[in-house]
């Protein structure tokens, strides 16, 4: 069973699931579900869905519930594994195929032109190539397919740091051209708005939406994170204001990732 769009219903992925942890994930779903189906519903059918990266399936079974088939592409066999006994619990693991592998061979594993979707979540970061990587992702779309890309940003970790006291990572992370703060960073590269905008305007695809993500969550103690419900609610739709303001969109360079969903020519 596949599902199509309905207009008359508004599917607020943070009431899927304890608002206590949808809060660092609920923006990023609600800009895809929306996205997803329209494109099901201008297809007729259930989409063909690539998560490169999607380790245990956070992404993947959630989509594949919906009615979407997903190919997970993961170098992690022990991530694969949890993602099938995930899928199987959720009663979906016939629409969830794991495939062991990266984002510098997606085309080739699973085949030019052969999504509706590709996610491309955390992954840039660590490839050595983000561009030749964005490349094989585009190339795994068919036309008109969505890519959605989600990337840890430069000036989100430099206000992050210097609010947790530590000046020197901060200073770092400012000026390293990779955006990194050096050994012990579990990141070796972030981004700039402009620096992720001038790799896709490399590849034959057209920016449909781009949002910051976590402005205040990263930031908070986990206390208010993780406090009472109402404060929780407020926090979501505080993050859902100001990660696309209409007004103030220099708040998408502090926020602690950049969520762009584009689409192929």
């Keep these: 069973m596949w599902l199509v769009a309905d207009e008359t219903r508004t599917r607020r992925w943070s009431q899927r699931t304890d608002p206590r942890t949808a809060v660092r994930t609920a923006v990023v779903w609600e800009v895809l579900d929306a996205l997803l189906a329209q494109r099901t519903q201008a297809l007729g059918r259930r989409l063909d869905v690539v998560d490169v990266g999607g380790g245990t399936g956070g992404f993947a079974v959630p989509l594949?519930?919906?009615g979407h088939r997903v190919t997970v592409v993961d170098p992690s066999p022990d991530a694969l594994a949890a993602l099938q006994r995930r899928a199987a619990e959720a009663g979906v693991?016939?629409?969830?195929?794991?495939?062991?592998?990266?984002?510098?061979?997606l085309a080739a594993l699973v085949g030019a032109a052969s999504a509706d979707a590709v996610l491309c979540h955390g992954v840039l970061e660590y490839v050595d190539d983000?561009?030749?990587?964005?490349?094989?992702a585009v190339a795994t779309l068919r036309p008109e397919g969505l890519l959605?890309?989600?990337?840890?940003?430069?000036?989100?970790?430099?206000?992050a740091r210097a609010l947790a006291g530590r000046f020197s990572d901060a200073s770092r992370l400012l000026?390293?051209?990779s955006g990194s703060a050096g050994d012990g960073d579990p990141l070796p590269r972030r981004?700039?708005?402009?620096?992720?905008?001038?790799?896709?305007a490399a590849t034959p695809v057209t920016v449909q939406t781009m949002h910051g993500v976590r402005l205040f969550t990263d930031l908070l103690p986990g206390a208010l994170v993780d406090g009472d419900i109402d404060s929780v609610h407020s926090l979501l739709e505080l993050e859902r204001r100001t990660g696309d303001h209409p007004r103030h969109r220099e708040l998408l360079a502090l926020a602690a990732q950049l969520h762009v969903v584009a689409r192929r020519d």
């Design 64 to 66: 594949a519930q919906l």
């Design 93 to 105: 693991g016939d629409a969830v195929r794991p495939l062991q592998g990266d984002a510098g061979g």
């Design 130 to 136: 983000p561009a030749a990587a964005l490349d094989d």
């Design 148 to 159: 959605s890309v989600l990337v840890a940003q430069r000036l989100g970790a430099v206000l």
């Design 175 to 177: 000026d390293d051209p």
């Design 191 to 200: 981004f700039d708005q402009d620096g992720l905008l001038a790799l896709l």
